[in-house]
């Protein structure tokens, strides 16, 4: 079974920058894809970005241009760089990956998620 786990957030002013980090360990697998979401208070949870296996993006029309996404050479770890931050931002941030096992099985686990707060 393959685990995420993510870091990064905290409690910033409006107008700051995060780095949120997704790590993926356990046992050997492929990660075909991986993606950030998020469920700010009384909301759904909604996409924010996501980045496939050979480096296509697609982002939500709230974030373009302010939060890229990205993996590190090893394709085990996502980013989303949060740049001008905005209270509106202000969510719980989860994980997720699109991930085949070495025996065929194809699951899509989730993190637990990590905060976000962006005060005015």
């Known amino acids: 079974q393959v685990q995420l786990v993510e870091s990064g957030g905290d409690l910033v002013q409006a107008g700051g920058s995060l780095r949120l980090s997704c790590a993926a360990s356990?046992?050997?697998?492929?990660?075909?894809?991986m993606g950030w979401y998020r469920q700010a208070p009384g909301k759904q949870r909604e996409l924010v970005a996501t980045?496939?296996?050979?480096?296509?993006?697609n982002y939500a029309d709230s974030v373009k241009g302010r939060f890229p996404i990205f993996r590190d050479s090893a394709e085990n770890t996502v980013y989303l760089q949060m740049n001008s931050l905005k209270p509106e931002d202000t969510a719980v941030y989860y994980c997720?990956?699109?991930?085949?096992?070495?025996?065929?099985?194809?699951?899509?686990?989730w993190g637990t998620g990590t905060q976000v707060t962006v005060s005015s």
């Open positions: 997720n990956a699109d991930i085949t096992l070495y025996s065929g099985y194809r699951y899509m686990p």
């Open positions: 980045i496939t296996g050979g480096g296509s993006t």
């Open positions: 356990g046992s050997s697998c492929s990660i075909n894809g």
